[in-house]
């Protein structure tokens, strides 16, 4: 927990991603991490988590402690989505994590038909109430943490309510 509050921290209180170093957010925090944390405190053993970074330099949607086995869903800059922090649960989806294997799908078959599904995630990387299959143009709700809710069947206008 202590590694998550650092990260917050961190996230929140640095200039990321500056024209002077030309750093991505999440390669800046792990620079930060680095720099405020383990030269100032040289007797940490394995020194405090870094943030997970994809291969542009980008937060990965779905953010996880080792140590503790804490995950969340994180947005674009890093900090964590409410509601999404689990501990030993590797069940945990994010939107944008699904998002992106899905598009990962698309890129390795492209003569797939039917295609995956392509969740809609919100601009800070939420789930959207409302969720669509768009092939079949079936729809359901969603909670936080992208889980199935039952939802209203709107008879008038052929859709289902999440609200």
Same mark, same amino acid.
């Given at each position: 927990m202590?590694?998550?509050?650092?990260?917050?921290?961190?996230?929140?209180?640095?200039?990321?991603?500056?024209?002077?170093?030309?750093?991505?957010?999440?390669?800046?925090?792990?620079?930060?991490?680095?720099?405020?944390?383990m030269?100032?405190?040289?007797?940490?053993?394995?020194?405090?988590?870094?943030?997970?970074?994809?291969?542009?330099?980008?937060?990965?949607?779905?953010?996880?402690?080792s140590?503790?086995?804490?995950?969340?869903?994180?947005?674009? =800059? *890093? /900090?964590?989505? +409410?509601?999404t922090?689990?501990?030993?649960? %590797?069940?945990?989806? @994010?939107?944008?994590?699904?998002?992106?294997?899905?598009?990962?799908?698309?890129?390795?078959?492209?003569?797939?038909?039917?295609?995956?599904?392509?969740?809609?995630?919100?601009? =800070? *990387? /939420?789930?959207? +109430?409302?969720?669509?299959?768009?092939?079949? %143009?079936?729809?359901? @709700?969603?909670?936080?943490?992208?889980?199935?809710?039952?939802?209203?069947?709107?008879?008038?206008?052929?859709?289902?309510?999440?609200?």
């Amino acid at each position: 927990m202590h590694a998550l509050i650092i990260l917050s921290v961190l996230c929140c209180t640095a200039k990321l991603g500056t024209a002077e170093d030309d750093l991505k957010p999440c390669e800046t925090m792990t620079r930060l991490i680095e720099e405020r944390l383990m030269k100032k405190n040289p007797r940490i053993m394995d020194g405090p988590e870094r943030p997970q970074c994809d291969q542009d330099g980008k937060f990965l949607p779905k953010q996880c402690l080792s140590f503790t086995g804490a995950c969340w869903c994180s947005k674009p =800059d *890093g /900090s964590a989505l +409410p509601d999404t922090m689990t501990y030993n649960d %590797g069940r945990l989806e @994010c939107c944008l994590d699904v998002y992106r294997q899905s598009e990962e799908i698309v890129k390795n078959n492209p003569g797939i038909q039917d295609g995956p599904w392509f969740p809609k995630c919100a601009d =800070d *990387g /939420s789930w959207m +109430p409302e969720q669509c299959y768009g092939f079949t %143009g079936d729809c359901w @709700c969603v909670d936080s943490r992208g889980n199935s809710l039952p939802g209203r069947f709107d008879i008038d206008t052929g859709k289902v309510s999440c609200q």
